[in-house]
């Protein structure tokens, strides 16, 4: 029996900015090639490593310069949704097929260095030397509104602050592409680091410790995370209406879940229930079975809570035929907000490609073909998610 195409939601085209550069490329080109510097951030003091992102040249990739003075959590979402739209051949603005294409957008800590930026001026200089461009962009909705103008998107806009946003953007998105009048719908995260935020995440002994670097040399220390920092945008439709177009499909977004444990602030409970039951939920979501995935990308920020959850969760779900387990965060950071949608860049471009970057260990390689993918999210205070991404049949 054929699919039902109008019950499909489809992925036509993504795009990605981060440490590891610019586009799906660059980000499959990173991974296990350890080429992303581990460093603190050059914009502000700091002794914690992180991953800095390729900041995008948007006056030569939009040939206009407007943009260019926005924050960089702006330019990162706008980046990536172009890079997104190029690729699914979307036609927008004048002479094209007026269409109703929707945003939603997710980000950890919004427009963190903005908002902190205003902070210092107004205490160090008073309300005068607070800039007017500084405000308009500390509202949470800036990245996604701009994007909007830029590319002409009158769609809904809906704007999510969660620290795993990839799984929650990604389930509020087929949810909005559900309803009448709505054509597209771009799934987009970005978050970008922030000092601030960073000292943050310190007092709650998330990071990798200080003295884990050396000057600006490459390092992967054994244990804990790196904060990193970009955009993924990822554009969905109807099947029908991709095929009715003649759009490629990239991959099809077969099934999305978002959980909290109800547990603690922080430090999530050990046992996994809330990672656990998101899993169980795409899959019911996608009509699958443990049995259907052939592989898991990680999103384990390689903190010992975060891998002894995961590993609880996994052993619960898949029992003793748990599919083979990579993680990305070794090679490009945790990118906070954005960390699943990267996960889930990298499964539409393992599925396109038809096969896995050569350079994941061995205990992430599945010795067979890969056909589903399964990105899991962890975030702080508890939230969880997993989106099941699969080639499509069709």
């Not at 890969?370 to 991404?389: D, K, R």
Request: one cysteine or more; charged letters at 20%.
């Amino acid at each position: 029996m054929a699919p039902d195409l109008a019950r499909r939601v489809v992925i036509t085209g993504a795009g990605v900015i981060g440490s590891f550069g610019i586009g799906a490329g660059a980000l499959w080109d990173s991974i296990g090639a350890g080429k992303t510097k581990f460093a603190p951030c050059t914009r502000y003091p700091a002794t914690l490593p992180c991953a800095e992102a390729v900041k995008p040249d948007l006056r030569r990739m939009l040939q206009s310069g407007r943009n260019s003075r926005m924050s960089l959590v702006s330019q990162f979402a706008i980046a990536a949704v172009h890079l997104a739209l190029k690729q699914a051949d979307l036609p927008l603005g004048k002479g094209a097929p007026d269409r109703a294409v929707g945003i939603v957008y997710g980000t950890s800590h919004g427009p963190g260095a903005t908002t902190q930026e205003i902070y210092d001026d107004l205490i160090d200089h008073g309300p005068a030397a607070v800039k007017p461009r500084a405000f308009q962009e500390s509202v949470f909705n800036a990245p996604a509104s701009l994007a909007s103008i830029q590319f002409g998107l009158k769609g809904p806009i809906q704007v999510l602050a969660a620290s795993v946003c990839g799984p929650t953007v990604l389930y509020q998105a087929q949810m909005l592409l559900a309803q009448p009048g709505v054509d597209a719908v771009i799934a987009l995260c970005a978050d970008e680091l922030c000092g601030a935020v960073q000292s943050a995440l310190r007092v709650v002994r998330w990071h990798r410790p200080a003295g884990a670097v050396d000057g600006r040399s490459p390092s992967r220390p054994a244990r804990g995370a790196v904060a990193s920092e970009g955009a993924a945008a990822l554009i969905l439709e109807r099947g029908d209406d991709a095929v009715a177009r003649g759009a490629l499909t990239l991959a099809e977004m077969a099934g999305a879940a978002s959980t909290n444990d109800a547990w603690k602030l922080v430090r999530p409970a050990q046992d996994g229930r809330g990672l656990i039951a998101a899993m169980h939920g795409c899959l019911a979501d996608a009509e699958a079975s443990p049995g259907d995935v052939d592989m898991i990308l990680s999103s384990t920020a390689n903190t010992e809570v975060d891998d002894r959850l995961e590993a609880a969760a996994f052993r619960s779900v898949f029992g003793d035929a748990t599919p083979p387990v990579a993680s990305t965060k070794g090679d490009i950071g945790h990118a906070m907000g954005a960390a699943a949608m990267f996960d889930v860049a990298l499964a539409v471009e393992m599925l396109r490609r038809g096969r896995v970057p050569v350079s994941l260990d061995a205990a992430g390689t599945p010795a067979g073909d890969v056909g589903s993918i399964l990105c899991t999210g962890i975030g702080l205070n508890g939230m969880f998610g997993a989106i099941l991404i699969r080639r499509a049949a069709w």
